[in-house]
């Protein structure tokens, strides 16, 4: 298996995830700089030109929850459950999606990668309407993690990685999360493990 890969948001959740479950995974990094993303090599991988990508044999598989659901799968894990918390997990990767790291991801963008880039400075009023939104979101994710030490059930789920895949950058992007005490102890827990904290090959 090859995962292609960038160090950017997306892809961290994918490559935690093999290094989590020990994957036999060749990382193959793309650099997004050089556009290796729109040549025609790997457009025949993803044609959205975006990492990450699963390459198994000749069939590849896009977009990072599906790719760490197929290396669960791989695995043998129950990362990826199958019974009645799958429908929970595709209930909190939709909600994810939706609220929590959409507007995380455009604080993503506009704090870190627009700079980065040479995109200019932050535009004020997308930052502002952001941080709005992931109070509203971050509100009803603390109020579920004070009651609770994973998004489904007693133990660690890919919904976790989805869902947690902006706070390693919270910092530098500026998410408010002193106002969210569960969030922040749910923080801590993912980093006590090697492969959130540390999932790009060195």
Request: hydrophobic share 45%.
């Amino acid at each position: 298996m090859r995962l292609y890969y960038s160090e950017t948001m997306n892809p961290r959740k994918a490559c935690a995830a093999a290094r989590y479950l020990d994957s036999p995974v060749e990382f193959v990094r793309v650099d997004l700089q050089a556009g290796e993303h729109k040549k025609a090599d790997f457009l025949r991988l993803n044609p959205n030109g975006r990492v990450p990508v699963l390459q198994v044999g000749k069939a590849t598989l896009w977009e990072a929850n599906a790719i760490m659901c197929r290396l669960s799968d791989e695995a043998g894990a129950d990362f990826w459950p199958h019974d009645e918390r799958q429908i929970d997990v595709i209930r909190w990767f939709s909600w994810d999606a939706q609220h929590f790291t959409r507007h995380a991801g455009t604080l993503y963008f506009e704090n870190l990668i627009k700079p980065a880039i040479g995109l200019g400075a932050p535009d004020a009023a997308a930052v502002e309407l952001a941080t709005c939104h992931f109070r509203a979101a971050a509100a009803v994710l603390d109020a579920h993690l004070a009651q609770n030490s994973y998004l489904v059930g007693a133990a660690l789920t890919v919904a976790d990685f989805a869902t947690a895949v902006a706070l390693p950058y919270a910092e530098r992007i500026h998410l408010p999360l002193d106002e969210f005490p569960a969030i922040q102890r749910w923080r801590a827990r993912l980093n006590e493990l090697p492969a959130w904290r540390e999932p790009f090959p060195h």
